[in-house]
């Protein structure tokens, strides 16, 4: 391991895409991740492993403990792929079929992305003498209560402990969250490197009249919307208050809400006691979720606190406007009034304010159109990000060999 002496900034700079393929071996890299949704992180960790491919530079493995899209994406683009149901084993029967698989590979990077799997990873790097152990954290811990608390403090602790002695380094989705897990690990363990998207596949071929359609909307309506899963954090009660004061002015208004989650059932309650099951359209979860997009006139995210979310990225990049709470990393790719706009408290008055504002003004939102298309093509690709992953993962092997 090279945590005593770190390799790298606290940003890794992004090499030129190609510039050390001819010179260098291939790394080979295996990342861990559960694989059970297909939310945010689990986009990122396809996204990073479609364009590490791409590269030519990684060999790539993957474990993966649930099947599901995830596992299908990395398969798409090369990875092999180790699949263990999590159902069916338990944790050391995860890590002896882990170890199985991984062994005589000559794995040099091992790359987690939960709290479970980084578990997995100190012990795999310590079974078979991994040399290099990365992981990345997405967001920070959502909230809970009784005794979900106590085992969340458990899992909290034990993964600070693998992180102390078998880590080289966190990566950080935002600098929001760098500062909190620098607290944990200390400034020279975390760097930050951003959640970036595929822009080629970031697309739909529908046009707006044709995506409201397709929901069963009118085409000529205007539509007010926000995707993820639907869980307390993401606020999205906050969101059905807003409705209805949006509604009070403008009754032609619909609302769309993309996704599944513990507050499905209550949220469809909370839109029947406000008098909104005709203006709400709750969708589920969307494979089509660009499409969903499209048919916006208005993104929102009113959560309490996020890490750098994809969906995000992914509206600003398919041309809709977005109102924003300025929490976790969306303050970071939001900037209010120029590619999006604020909404700094959870009253729905002001989120309801600040969407009609969008929905009222047809240059401001042409401007915040054009800006945020903009900020996420320089910003936040899919290149930008794996090229930085990239030379995190180079220059903490070349700190291991010249210490071997």
């Known amino acids: 391991m090279s945590v005593g002496n770190p390799a790298v900034g606290l940003e890794p700079p992004a090499a030129p895409a190609g510039e050390q393929t001819s010179r260098c071996p291939q790394i080979s890299v295996c ?9 945010g992180a689990e986009v990122q960790v396809a996204t990073l492993l479609r364009s590490l491919a791409r590269s030519g530079d990684f060999q790539l493995l993957a474990i993966f403990l649930n099947e599901g899209r995830l596992a299908d994406e990395a398969r798409a683009c090369g990875v092999e792929v180790l699949v263990i149901p999590e159902s069916q084993f338990s944790f050391f029967g995860l890590l002896r079929r882990a170890t199985d698989f991984l062994r005589g590979r000559n794995v040099q990077v091992l790359h987690s992305h939960r709290y479970k799997e980084n578990l997995l990873a100190a012990l795999l790097a310590s079974r078979l003498r991994i040399p290099v152990v990365v992981r990345t954290q997405h967001g920070a811990p959502e909230p809970v209560h009784g005794w979900k608390r106590v085992r969340q403090l458990t899992v909290h602790w034990l993964d600070s402990l693998a992180a102390r002695y078998s880590t080289d380094r966190v990566i950080a989705v935002s600098e929001n969250l760098r500062r909190q897990l620098a607290r944990r690990f200390g400034d020279e363990r975390v760097v930050v490197i951003r959640n970036g998207i595929d822009a080629a596949r970031v697309c739909s071929t529908l046009t707006p009249q044709q995506a409201r359609q397709r929901l069963g909307l009118p ?27 949006m509604i009070a002015q403008d009754p032609g208004i619909r609302f769309l809400i993309a996704g599944e989650g513990s507050q499905a059932r209550p949220l469809r309650q909370q839109a029947h006691r406000l008098g909104l099951s005709e203006h709400v359209v709750f969708t589920g979860h969307r494979a089509d979720i660009y499409d969903v997009l499209r048919a916006l006139d208005v993104f929102v995210l009113c959560s309490d606190h996020e890490g750098l979310p994809m969906v995000l990225l992914e509206a600003m990049a398919l041309g809709v406007p977005v109102v924003v709470r300025p ?11 120029v590619s999006g706009l604020w909404v700094p408290t959870q009253q729905p008055d002001e989120l309801a304010a600040r969407c009609l504002l969008v929905l ?3 240059e401001l939102c042409e401007r915040l159109r054009a800006a945020a298309l903009a900020r996420v093509h320089e910003r936040f690709s899919a290149e930008s990000t794996a090229r930085a992953v990239a030379e995190l993962y180079r220059s903490l092997c070349h700190a291991e060999s010249s210490h071997a």
Not at 31 to 39: E, K, M, N, R, Y
Not at 327 to 332: F, L, Q, R
């Open 31 to 39: 990342h861990i991740a559960s694989g059970d949704l297909w939310a």
């Open 219 to 245: 085409a000529d309506c205007r539509v007010v919307g926000t995707a993820g899963r639907l869980e307390p954090v993401k606020r999205l009660d906050v969101f059905l208050e807003a409705a209805r004061r």
């Open 327 to 337: 929490v976790g990393g969306m303050a970071e790719v939001v900037e209010d009034g």
């Open 360 to 362: 009222r003004d047809p």
